[in-house]
């Protein structure tokens, strides 16, 4: 998929962070207080100097002796990852798939708040769907500046995002997380992450196939 390349940080530098983050969240909880980079590394599935050089861009050192204090290093990421503090994200699509990513998301994070979501369907306009509001999607605009909304994520049909998308962006939105199996088109200034489920799928059926022959 393309990608954007007018950001400081790269994508997968952003990517290997929060694996860190989420491996460091799961040792501190079993009362693991500091950790070495060879043993990080081996956890996240890189090498040790990544795990140096991806520190680096964070402004995170560890000691020759003790290597990583978890708690610290967790708070790093968190800021670097966070700053400047909670952002409010709308979901346009409040089918299956939304109603899924809208109950996987509460609770998990707690600098991320899903406050609208917007469809089509009359049913769910003005109903609380899944602990979320649902507005038709011709208040989207007026929503998103109203909330302050700066994250969306797209879960509608491939045939509409890009209308969604163009929505969006008028209405200020510069990072979208895209559920539809269709290549947007944005500005240089937008993040676009895409999750095509059917790619992955047929991807991970196909080495499926490959470990039989």
């Not at 996987?104 to 708040?113: A, K, Q």
């Amino acid at each position: 998929m393309p990608m954007n390349t007018s950001f400081k940080t790269s994508l997968k530098t952003i990517e290997r962070l929060c694996v860190y983050r989420r491996i460091l969240r799961n040792i501190e909880t079993d009362g693991i207080d500091n950790i070495y980079s060879h043993q990080l590394a081996k956890l996240a599935g890189v090498s040790a100097a990544q795990i140096r050089r991806d520190l680096m861009v964070i402004g995170y050192t560890g000691s020759p002796i003790k290597g990583y204090q978890v708690s610290g290093l967790l708070n790093s990421i968190s800021e670097f990852l966070d700053k400047p503090g909670c952002q409010n994200i709308c979901i346009v699509g409040v089918g299956n798939l939304g109603r899924a990513i809208l109950a996987y998301i509460p609770g998990r994070y707690t600098h991320l708040h899903i406050v609208a979501g917007f469809d089509v369907d009359e049913h769910k306009i003005n109903r609380v769907i899944v602990g979320c509001r649902c507005y038709h999607i011709n208040k989207l605009s007026e929503i998103v500046k109203e909330k302050n909304i700066t994250v969306a994520i797209i879960a509608t049909p491939a045939e509409n995002a890009q209308a969604v998308v163009d929505k969006l962006i008028a209405s200020g939105v510069k990072s979208i997380l895209n559920f539809a199996p269709v290549t947007l088109k944005v500005p240089e200034d937008v993040f676009v992450e895409y999750m095509d489920i059917s790619v992955a799928l047929e991807k991970t059926a196909y080495f499926a196939k490959c470990r039989r022959e």
